[in-house]
């Protein structure tokens, strides 16, 4: 009974991974990086905006001088990304880019505007920002998105698939932690960024009653009995008692965290934003990475006639550079096949030559030995392939000449002459003739 209990439990388990990760790869994936120097507060605002886009983008990703756009593309295939935002820096302004990938389109960006998040909290009198709320990805709420125009669609086609999709009917709302707001301006075409951070409070009833949900105590040092607490709610500072109208009160279909949250009751949803804030203005929007043909462009305004000129010259170019490519690639076929045919005669009229040395035996020289006389005849083939060929040969074509080079390459050393020892140079001179000596020669 235990074991078959336990084998049940690795089965779910793995169901459940499996489900898990087959649900974390359908859902959208994000780079959030610079090109270029962009400063220390454009750098903050990378680090702000991969904390929005979390769980899902790279909260770590390394960023070199040396990196190219195709580096970041080749990696994330295999990683399942499909968003880029990239962010650069000119004198002039701060840019904020959005590809698709993997064949785009890219939307170009100016940023206004922008504030990070350090800045958005100091200017709060109570901030509500924990761990817990960056576990799951944010709501996005889409404002005034439905006007005419293909660039308007565009842009809000991308900014619903860079988070994923909710199903209504069956999402947790205890998961929804926080949400990104997205106004559009039709009159000034400018985009409002904002990152909040969200609660639900129950309503309909009295601040004290709520400090008492709350496990907070007030002072009730003044009230002669506890109904006074719940009916007046007197003594409580009126930062707790936060306005709520129509249009934040609902009815919760489940049950929420928090006490007094129940279903089929009334609550109000309050917002506190948590950062960063932009403020974006629209400039171009090009197909695929950033190489594609120009869909729009806010400042640049061209006929039907232009853009139509504009595409044949472009299909021109690529034409031609097909043509020159094919001919680049004919050519070095062409080289390489000469050069093989080439190298192929060279070596038959090596061969013709060795053996016509080999008969010729009255031409051979009686001092030499048998091995010089090879490498002999085998420098001459090396100069003739060099001569004809035009490079140097093969190591393995020529052994004789390769050993005779080793050979003629090793440093020739001067003998070591040997120490002798003083006992030796005392008897060596002790062993000399002795002198003659002098006097008178006989006779």
Do not use: W
């Not at 997205?182 to 400018?190: K, T, V």
């Not at 034409?319 to 004919?330: A, L």
């Not at 090396?382 to 004789?400: K, L």
């Amino acid at each position: 009974m235990g074991k078959s209990k336990t084998k049940n439990q690795k089965k779910s388990r793995s169901l459940a991974n499996h489900v898990a990760d087959e649900s974390y790869r359908s859902v959208p994936h994000s780079f959030v990086f610079h090109r270029g120097q962009v400063g220390k507060n454009v750098g903050q605002l990378i680090q702000d905006m991969r904390r929005v886009m979390q769980p899902y983008t790279a909260e770590s990703l390394k960023v070199r001088k040396k990196n190219v756009l195709k580096d970041f593309v080749s990696v994330a295939g295999p990683l399942g990304v499909t968003h880029f935002i990239i962010f650069g820096k000119t004198p002039n302004s701060i840019n904020m880019r959005i590809a698709r990938l993997p064949k785009g389109p890219t939307l170009y960006f100016k940023v206004l505007k922008y504030s990070l998040v350090k800045d958005v909290v100091s200017s709060l009198k109570k901030h509500r920002m924990h761990e817990q709320q960056f576990t799951h990805h944010p709501l996005l709420i889409l404002s005034n998105f439905g006007m005419d125009g293909m660039h308007v669609k565009l842009m809000a086609t991308m900014f619903q698939n860079m988070f994923p999709s909710i199903n209504v009917q069956t999402i947790n709302l205890n998961l929804i932690k926080r949400c990104v707001l997205l106004h559009f301006d039709p009159e000034a075409q400018e985009i409002q960024f904002r990152h909040y951070s969200l609660k639900v409070v129950p309503v309909g009833m009295s601040r004290g009653v709520k400090k008492l949900m709350q496990e907070k105590l007030p002072n009730m040092n003044k009230f002669e009995d506890i109904s006074e607490l719940l009916m007046k709610g007197a003594n409580l500072s009126e930062s707790e008692a936060e306005p709520d109208g129509e249009d934040n009160i609902t009815e919760l279909p489940q049950v929420y965290s928090g006490r007094g949250n129940m279903p089929s009751q009334q609550s109000a949803v309050r917002l506190t934003e948590i950062g960063p804030r932009l403020t974006l203005q629209l400039i171009k929007i090009q197909e695929g990475m950033g190489e594609g043909n120009i869909m729009y462009h806010s400042m640049v305004s061209k006929t039907e006639e232009e853009i139509q000129n504009i595409l044949e010259k472009k299909e021109t170019r690529l034409k031609e550079k097909e043509e020159r490519r094919k001919q680049q690639e004919q050519n070095i076929a062409r080289k390489k096949e000469k050069r093989e045919e080439h190298k192929k005669k060279t070596l038959e009229g090596i061969k013709r030559k060795r053996a016509e040395a080999e008969s010729d035996s009255e031409v051979e020289d009686p001092g030499l030995q048998g091995n010089q006389a090879a490498e002999v005849e085998s420098d001459d083939d090396v100069e003739y392939y060099r001569q004809a060929v035009g490079e140097e040969p093969d190591e393995d074509m020529f052994p004789a000449a390769k050993r005779r080079r080793r050979r003629s390459e090793k440093p020739d050393t001067p003998a070591k002459k040997r120490k002798m020892s003083p006992g030796t140079s005392s008897r060596r001179m002790d062993s000399k003739s002795p002198k003659r000596k002098k006097g008178k020669p006989t006779l």
